[in-house]
């Protein structure tokens, strides 16, 4: 079956699904991943087919407008700029997954931000066409809305407040898609909510049950699979500089903040390595986005290190808690110290501390070098937190994330 993969954002947006894609290629379908040009490199070196999307995602944070959402300090106000930073780029960004599903494909798997495109081009297509999430956005009783922070409002405010989220994320998509719809020849449609996605289709999310138990109130299509892990580049191998210095000490804590490009770099490389210092442990600082850097006897900053070689090597993660680097530090066994800065990365950074594997999460816009301190001290030195981490990562060990959506497209073909 010829399988297309469309999905959209930054590198932890995409990486999950090389992993799926390698794994659906090996049972025998023909596997290509829509997305943006940036990352052709990182999905051909699998063996899996790419198609270009348009919109660089690192422009796009590194912009006046995704600077001012770093900087948001209260959800409302982040969601109002999101809204506004994603409504200039869907026009091009839906011409674009148009484009790659005109292609050719006899399915199409979808990520939470494409969906709306693809649902509606299989509906004018006849295609087949499932949602794959990483992130669990459907309205429930059982958590509040991702984007709203992490406090819940109670089984009746948490659904309100998760359907109120869908009707106002119509204004990103709904012009978008309507267009679409008219150049299609489809009738105009309400959509009532996000994707205006039917009860009975099915949805598979990529994360675990047992960091996430699916919500009893969800239709039935919607079920929750584990975790798509995802693939290491072939031939990689770590720089013997790194080599050296894992073996120069005890662990280390890694920090990085992935694909977030943040507002000042040096501070904040400034910071963690004032924090590192204060806690007594040693560091590895990833560069990521935003170009972070700071070096000294005890502490590197390294480039692009696949998570599943570099974390269980570690003490302790510090991160933005984005969905693919939670999911990272879970399946080492290693506490985190979760620095959400936006997005659904307050809902990852509650779920790590409701595990039991982390501190309670620091705002990055609140973020100091003596709370930081702080929460490495405690990820490195309380062992509750190490031992609950291992229990969390055996069970990751025993879960089959892909089998789920191999068994769907069985049903399909």
């Known amino acids: 079956m010829r399988v297309l993969i469309v999905t959209a954002g930054s590198w932890g947006d995409v990486a999950p699904y090389t992993g799926l894609g390698v794994r659906l290629r090996a049972a025998g379908h023909d596997v290509a991943v829509a997305t943006h040009a940036r990352f052709e490199e990182a999905v051909t070196a699998h063996g899996l087919g790419f198609r270009a999307l348009p919109v660089d995602p690192r422009q796009e944070l590194a912009s006046a407008q995704g600077q001012r959402l770093a900087r948001a300090v209260a959800p409302p106000v982040e969601m109002a700029r999101i809204a506004r930073m994603a409504r200039a780029f869907m026009p091009r960004l839906s011409a674009g997954v148009a484009d790659a599903v005109r292609q050719g494909a006899d399915v199409v798997l979808s990520s939470t931000v494409t969906d709306p495109v693809c649902v509606t081009l299989g509906e004018a297509l006849r295609l087949p066409s499932l949602g794959v999430y990483l992130q669990p956005i459907r309205p429930t009783a059982a958590f509040p809305p991702l984007m709203t922070g992490a406090r819940s409002f ?100 890694f920090a990085g903040f992935g694909s977030c490009v943040t507002p000042d770099a040096q501070r904040l490389s400034a910071l963690l390595a004032d924090a590192l210092r204060r806690a007594k442990v040693r560091g590895i600082i990833q560069a990521g986005w935003g170009g972070l850097h700071a070096e000294s006897d005890d502490l590197i900053t390294v480039r692009e290190v696949p998570h599943a070689w570099l974390f269980p090597r570690t003490a302790a993660v510090v991160h933005h808690a984005g969905a693919g680097t939670t999911a990272a530090g879970l399946r080492a066994g290693v506490p985190s110290v979760p620095v959400p800065v936006q997005l659904d990365q307050h809902f990852w950074a509650a779920r790590l501390h409701a595990l039991g594997v982390a501190p309670r999460p ?50 399909l073909g």
């Open 362 to 411: 620091l705002r990055f816009q609140h973020l100091t070098a003596e709370r930081l301190t702080a929460a490495v001290a405690r990820a490195v030195r309380d062992p509750a937190l190490r031992t609950r981490a291992r229990e969390i990562a055996a069970v990751l060990a025993g879960e089959d994330g892909p089998r789920d959506v191999l068994a769907t497209l069985d049903r």
């Open 154 to 253: 109670g089984a009746y405010g948490n659904r309100l407040a998760g359907y109120a989220l869908w009707a106002g994320s119509d204004r990103i998509f709904a012009p978008a898609v309507t267009a679409l719809r008219r150049e299609l020849g489809l009738p105009r449609r309400p959509f009532g909510g996000v994707l205006g996605m039917e009860r009975e289709r099915d949805v598979l999310h990529g994360f675990s049950p047992r960091v996430v138990p699916r919500p009893a109130d969800w239709p039935v299509g919607h079920r929750v699979c584990g975790y798509w892990w995802p693939a290491v580049p072939p031939g990689w191998e770590p720089e013997r500089r790194l080599l050296d210095f894992l073996d120069a000490g005890p662990p280390p804590v």
